[in-house]
């Protein structure tokens, strides 16, 4: 059929050939990459967690071997621990600042506000530690007064390892929060100005506004920060490291399950034990993850 000939409306086929191709090819690269450095590595981590040395199947002897050493649950504990200061701050300060940061009528405020939050996640990790290393240490820190008012003279007393939890989660919340702010601040953005004035006639107060209402509309958003901030947490590397290093060992080198994975593979010369903790950190933060999206309805139609 010519083109004159073809009723009016009819879809033409080079259109329908082909529908979303744009979308598609957006997310080809994404794919691409995923592929390189996600699901490749992650095949390679589990085929050398469940082989020996010689390429043999080995079973969970590499889990069991990890399991055994002294420091393996130390390292739990001392992630766990950090992942609950981390993600009930994470929680607590990012959704209140969030509200806090919507309830301004100001516009240039607003703006200034959510710029400041940003700028800390601007820094790498490495470099934000490197940040805070000097912030810590008393005789060079600009808050050297405040560090020996709670009665730090040195160095090695502030990053004494019963800090460590309380250092590493305020060097996260310095570098990841602000991100979260803005993301949250956009989904309250996204509720319906109707609905928050007809509150306000019905005599709600802003209290009362963002436990009812704001929050519940929040929840999945609140769901994904926590599993993307879970997943990051387990995988705590830099900040002890660097720390370790700035310290000379008073921090350890294997304070954290990440830590210890990289001794085994490159102190150790155990590629296929340090797997064995990889694929374990992996298995709890998919497991985590679903048991969340499951629980929140995440992927419900509202």
Request: glycine share 8%.
């Amino acid at each position: 059929m010519s083109t004159a000939a073809r009723p009016a409306g009819a879809p033409s086929r080079r259109r329908t050939r082909w529908p979303g191709r744009a979308g598609h090819l957006f997310v080809a690269a994404y794919v691409v990459l995923l592929v390189a450095f996600g699901v490749v590595p992650t095949v390679y981590a589990i085929y050398f967690a469940f082989t020996d040395a010689g390429d043999r199947f080995a079973g969970l002897a590499n889990f069991v071997d990890a399991a055994a050493d002294f420091r393996y649950f130390s390292a739990v504990g001392h992630v766990a621990l950090y992942l609950l200061f981390w993600l009930v701050s994470l929680v607590v300060f990012v959704v209140g600042l969030a509200l806090l940061l919507h309830r301004l009528t100001s516009r240039a405020a607003g703006t200034t506000l959510r710029f400041l939050y940003y700028i800390p996640g601007a820094l790498a990790g490495a470099a934000s530690v490197m940040v805070w290393l000097f912030m810590l240490d008393p005789s060079v820190s600009p808050l050297s007064f405040l560090l020996r008012a709670f009665g730090f003279d040195t160095f090695g007393e502030v990053v004494a390892p019963g800090h460590l939890p309380v250092l590493f989660t305020m060097i996260a919340f310095w570098t990841g929060a602000g991100g979260w702010i803005v993301v949250l601040y956009g989904a309250l953005n996204t509720i319906s100005p109707d609905l928050l004035e007809a509150a306000r006639i019905d005599g709600a107060g802003a209290w009362q506004t963002a436990w009812r209402i704001q929050l519940p509309l929040l929840r999945k958003w609140i769901v994904y920060m926590v599993i993307l901030a879970f997943a990051g947490g387990t995988q705590l590397f830099v900040e002890p490291q660097l720390l370790s290093q700035a310290s000379v060992g008073v921090a350890g080198r294997d304070y954290s399950l990440n830590q210890l994975s990289y001794d085994f593979a490159f102190q150790n010369n155990n590629v296929n034990t340090a797997a064995a903790i990889s694929v374990e950190l992996l298995v709890i933060g998919v497991v985590v993850a679903g048991v969340f999206v499951a629980r929140s309805g995440f992927f419900d139609a509202d």
